[in-house]
T-cell receptor
Framework: DVKVTQSSRYLVKRTGEKVFLECVQD?????MFWYRQDPGLGLRLIYF???????EKGDIPEGYSVSREKKERFSLILESASTNQTSMYLC???FGQGLLESAAFFGQGTRLTVV | RKEVEQDPGPFNVPEGATVAFNCTYS??????FFWYRQDCRKEPKLLMS???SGNEDGRFTAQLNRASQYISLLIRDSKLSDSATYLC????????????FGAGTRLFVKA
């Protein structure tokens, strides 16, 4: 079974703090993704990565950055947390490229509250 | 117009009922299609892929209509455990990779 693990289930951070969300997958997947999910808005893609040290902006990258130093690990960084970044953050991974791409498998999610 | 649209529901059905969800997508170049299931406060999990020829997995049937740009999910003989949010997912490769999730359709199955 694919396992995608996020470092925390729940986090509470203060406005202005730098926040790190970590994600690790154990299936040697090339592709990794960070989404946020908010009521009524569904899942929105923040950043994704096709390979080590590679990153691409998704639909809502503002206020976020990412790091992929190793194939199995994809980190999401909130440079200066704000209250509008309170959300559920979901990491996902998949294998393949283009038409051979598999469906994505998700981690359990991190519910971040910024106060 | 949203790239992937779903009726948010909720759909309230009795056990044993048949229920169908539709999902429309705007990009005719979309290539891959999936249905995911998400339980309350849990992560989305792949329910099934959707192929051009249609596919069935037990009580679940998925169909793709490229001409009208929609996919559907049919659930027969609904169980209480089918209560969840069902997410439609579309992937296209035009001008770069993009996977888009619908906002989801909520289903409540009642005894």
């Amino acid at each position: 079974d694919v396992k995608v693990t996020q470092s925390s289930r729940y986090l509470v951070k203060r406005t202005g703090e730098k926040v790190f969300l970590e994600c690790v997958q154990d299936m040697d997947h090339e592709n990794m993704f960070w989404y946020r999910q908010d009521p009524g808005l569904g899942l929105r893609l923040i950043y994704f990565s096709y390979d080590v040290k590679m990153k691409e902006k998704g639909d809502i990258p503002e206020g976020y950055s990412v790091s992929r130093e190793k194939k199995e690990r994809f980190s999401l960084i909130l440079e200066s947390a704000s209250t509008n970044q309170t959300s559920m953050y979901l990491c996902a991974s998949s294998f393949g490229q283009g038409l051979l791409e598999s469906a994505a498998f998700f981690g359990q999610g991190t519910r971040l509250t910024v106060v | 117009r949203k790239e992937v649209e779903q009726d948010p529901g909720p759909f309230n059905v009795p056990e044993g009922a048949t229920v169908a969800f539709n999902c429309t997508y705007s990009n005719s170049a979309s290539q891959s299609f999936f249905w995911y299931r998400q339980d309350c406060r849990k992560e989305p999990k792949l329910l099934m892929s959707v192929y051009s020829s249609g596919n069935e997995d037990g009580r679940f049937t998925a169909q793709l209509n490229r001409a009208s740009q929609y996919i559907s999910l049919l659930i027969r003989d609904s169980k209480l455990s089918d209560s969840a949010t069902y997410l439609c997912v579309v992937t296209d490769y035009t001008g770069g990779f993009k996977t888009i999730f619908g906002a989801g359709t909520r289903l409540f199955v009642k005894a």
